[in-house]
């Protein structure tokens, strides 16, 4: 099985900085990608950014060139560098983990970003 912890949620104003981790344990394969997605209320959950464990990314249009997602693969680590926030990222974020066609979520950590 796998576990997946996000850290580094909080509260921020608009034009602000947080970077959120996600810690994976478990039976982690060597190929795998991991990502962030986002649920706002009364919205469907949204892929934020992912990055692959051979190191390709990719990122929703809405944060191109304001969020980072980076990996510590020898540490089982993902990151999101959030940079320029706005109140429209407001949402529980959560730490995604597939492998082996099997989707793993973590307990999600609330981003809230006031005007």
């Known amino acids: 099985q796998v576990q997946l912890v996000e850290s580094g949620g909080g509260l921020v104003q608009a034009g602000g900085s947080l970077r959120l981790s996600c810690a994976a344990s478990g039976d982690i394969f060597r190929s795998n990608v991991m990502g962030w997605y986002r649920q706002a209320p009364g919205k469907q959950r949204e892929l934020v950014a992912r990055?692959?464990?051979?190191?390709?990314?990719d990122y929703a249009n809405s944060v191109k060139g304001r969020f980072t997602v980076s990996r510590d693969n020898a540490k089982n680590m993902m990151y999101l560098q959030m940079n320029s926030l706005k109140p429209e990222n407001t949402a529980v974020y959560y730490c995604n983990l597939y492998q082996g066609a099997v989707d793993y979520w973590g307990q999600g950590t609330q981003v809230t970003v006031s005007s």
């Open positions: 990055r692959g464990s051979g190191g390709w990314a």
